[in-house]
């Protein structure tokens, strides 16, 4: 069974950085597109980024396009979001996700997720 757990969330001041962490178990990572979502209070969840399983190739958000980079270690299925410059706009809960999708500049999703994590609160204030 395919599970997903994130770590890495937390409080961080406005132009600060974080990295999120996006462990997989019960599958082979590499055999699929893992990327992140957020969702913002009172907000719909959007795509922030991804990233293709054999040549890497991202996605990204125009809204962290810049300041944020996936990236993924096969060896130990885990799939990584550094988020730099941060500002309380980017405070959501941020989930990782599985499956075969894209994420539009827009921040839709394209595609189709088969499996979400339990979501790490980042909150951006001073």
């Known amino acids: 069974q395919l599970q997903l757990v994130e770590s890495g969330g937390g409080l961080v001041q406005p132009g600060g950085s974080l990295r999120l962490s996006c462990t997989a178990s019960?599958?082979?990572?590499?055999?699929?597109?893992i990327g992140w979502f957020r969702q913002a209070p009172g907000k719909e969840r959007e795509g922030v980024s991804c990233?293709?399983?054999?040549?890497?190739?991202?996605n990204y958000a125009d809204s962290v396009k810049g300041r944020f980079t996936i990236s993924r270690d096969n060896t130990k299925n885990t799939v990584y979001l550094q988020m730099n410059n941060l500002t309380p706009e980017d405070t959501a809960v941020y989930y990782c996700?599985?499956?075969?999708?894209?994420?539009?500049?827009?921040?839709?999703?394209?595609?189709?997720?088969?499996?979400w994590g339990q979501g790490t609160l980042v909150t951006v204030a001073s």
């Open positions: 990233i293709s399983s054999i040549y890497g190739t991202t």
């Open positions: 019960g599958i082979t990572l590499e055999t699929y597109i």
């Open positions: 996700a599985a499956g075969d999708y894209g994420v539009k500049g827009n921040g839709e999703l394209e595609g189709y997720v088969e499996a």
